[in-house]
Nanobody, 129 residues
Framework: QVQLVESGGGLVQAGGSLRLSCAAS????????MGWFRQAPGKEREFVAA????????YYADSVKGRFTIARDNAKRAVYLQMNSLKTEDTAVYCC??????????????????????WGQGTQVTVSS
């Protein structure tokens, strides 16, 4: 079982940058596919980015492609989300999520939050205009 704790959120002006971190404990971190999701007030949770356990293949929502970068450091048991050129519409609570690798490839389900088994509490990101 994996426990996830996010950090790095805060208040930033539009056009600025933030780097979110997600620290994992328990389980064999290197065998988990990892994802970032976000939820804005009054909106449903949405996929942001994901990274595979095996070869580090990354996936992004169209809305963040070219601005956000997901990365992982298995030695540090952490996954990161570098967010550049932030927009007001990026304001949300950002959560990291984990799912143990299995027969189904991440490429088939990376944006489906129901496939992830473990979730952090989230960190607030607020982008002001």
């Amino acid at each position: 079982q994996v426990q996830l704790v996010e950090s790095g959120g805060g208040l930033v002006q539009a056009g600025g940058s933030l780097r979110l971190s997600c620290a994992a404990s328990g389980g064999t971190f290197s065998r988990y596919n990892m994802g970032w999701f976000r939820q804005a007030p009054g909106k449903e949770r949405e996929f942001v980015a994901a990274i595979s356990w095996s070869d580090g293949t990354t996936y992004y929502a169209d809305s963040v492609k070219g601005r956000f970068t997901i990365a992982r450091d298995n030695a540090k048991r952490a996954v990161y989300l570098q967010m550049n050129s932030l927009k007001t519409e990026d304001t949300a609570v950002y959560c990291c999520a984990a799912v143990l690798f299995g027969l189904d490839r991440l490429s088939n389900y990376y944006s489906d939050s129901r496939k992830y088994d473990y979730w952090g509490q989230g960190t607030q990101v607020t982008v002001s205009s």
